[in-house]
């Protein structure tokens, strides 16, 4: 079941294409990392989502309401955290909680408990009673997660939800993003990609206001290169290499000439459908008298994916 559906979604400001016939959907208790480079209209995309502004065309949908014609019943199934959160800095914590939480509907029967529980799980119990204007930035931060989950919203939209944490208060909000996906489906926007492969079961990545690259994590980190250093003639074990069956590609990797007095050469491989060839590589090169100094199978990263689709337009 799609909590989030998002079909064709377009947003100009005035001339400016923001967001270009995006589409994507988000199923239920998945947790899902939505990046991009700045400008990329991931933001935008957000606060479509979350009613704040409305598409110039598109549908999308929250919890199967439209954003646009449904706009309460979308607010009602969601929890938002924006980068920059909104508080009222004269307020003390407790108080704009419970001020949030009636403006939410929580039910007066259990609304102080389910603040205790938001208060307990963000870790402000200890400045309950201080003024919202006199918190830390990372203080806030926890304040406003609490806020987005005060009415217990099957559905979580948090955009930067780390910033300004320390690196304990980091570790303290991923746990709780990882056991709130237990019971609460989350699209998660982050520029720390680390961060979205300790929590993240698929990614989205938007690029100049498109979709550039959707998958889940376990199958992109199935794409692999093998590393190859070698003692021989560089030209002749690249022949070789490349009439290994099963491999797609050799790349020459340039080293520098004076970490290698050896005259070592060095190679990126690919293989077909990402096989594990280091065996059949190993038998060649000792075959052909050549010493292997390196032969490595490394696990492209979220990084390289990321690096891969958005460069050319960050150059």
Known sequence: MSMIQVRDLTKYYGSVLAVDHVSFSVDKGEVVGFLG?????????????TTYI????????????DVMKESLQVRQNLGYLPENVPLYPEMRVEEYLTYRAKLKG?????????????????????????????????????????????HDPPILIMDEPTA???????????????????KHTILLSTHILPEVEEVCRRVIVINQGRVALEGR??????????????????????????????????????????DNPDGIAAFELRTRD??????????????????????????????????????????
């Open 37 to 49: 480079p700045n400008g990329a209209g991931k933001t935008t995309t957000m606060r479509i989502l």
């Open 54 to 65: 409305p598409a110039t065309s598109g549908t999308a949908k929250v919890a199967g309401f």
């Open 106 to 150: 929580v039910d007066r029967r259990v609304r102080k408990k389910r603040i205790e529980y938001c208060m307990e799980r963000c870790r402000i119990l200890g400045v309950r009673r201080r003024l919202v204007g006199t918190l830390s930035r990372g203080y806030r931060q926890r304040v406003g997660l609490a806020e987005a989950m005060v």
């Open 164 to 182: 300004g944490l320390d690196p304990n208060q980091q570790i303290e909000t991923l746990g709780l993003i990882r056991e709130l996906g237990e």
């Open 217 to 258: 994590l376990a199958d992109l980190q199935r794409d692999s290169v093998i590393v190859l250093e070698v003692k021989g003639p560089q030209d002749r074990v690249k022949q070789v290499l490349q009439e290994t069956d099963g491999v797609d590609a050799v790349e020459v990797v340039r080293l520098d000439p004076r």
């Open 274 to 315: 990402n096989r594990d060839l280091r065996l059949a590589i190993a038998e060649r090169i000792v075959k052909q008298g050549w010493i292997p100094r390196r032969l490595d199978l490394r696990r492209k990263s979220l990084r390289e994916h990321f690096m891969r689709v958005t460069m050319g337009s960050i150059r």
